[in-house]
């Protein structure tokens, strides 16, 4: 079982940067791939960054050259740093962990609002 905490959104300007933190409670070697998603009122919850554990990400391409995923293997955390954001990037953020063993491993979000 893996318990993951997001911490890091809020409220924030359009063109402004946010970043967002997920900490895992057990090591992060366990854990083959780990990615941020996100879901704005009535929609799908949509990958945006996702890194295995090679280091090799993929973003969305409405994020491409403005967001950046990082993971921390001793620190057991997982980063997104977020720049020139925009309104539609409103949405709660969700930090996800894909197990080695097939489980997927869910945080409670994170609340990020671009004002216009």
């Known amino acids: 079982q893996v318990q993951l905490a997001e911490s890091g959104g809020g409220l924030v300007q359009d063109g402004g940067s946010l970043r967002l933190s997920c900490a895992a409670s057990l090591s992060t070697f366990s854990i083959r791939d780990m990615g941020w998603y996100r879901q704005a009122p009535g929609q799908q919850r949509e990958l945006v960054a996702r890194?295995?554990?090679?280091?090799?990400?993929n973003y969305a391409d409405s994020v491409k050259g403005r967001f950046t995923i990082s993971r921390d293997n001793v620190k057991n955390t997982l980063d997104l740093q977020m720049s020139r954001l925009k309104f539609e990037d409103t949405a709660v953020y969700y930090c996800n962990a894909h197990a080695w063993g097939g489980r997927d491993f869910w945080g409670q979000g994170t609340q990020v609002t671009v004002s216009s």
């Open positions: 890194i295995n554990f090679a280091g090799h990400t």
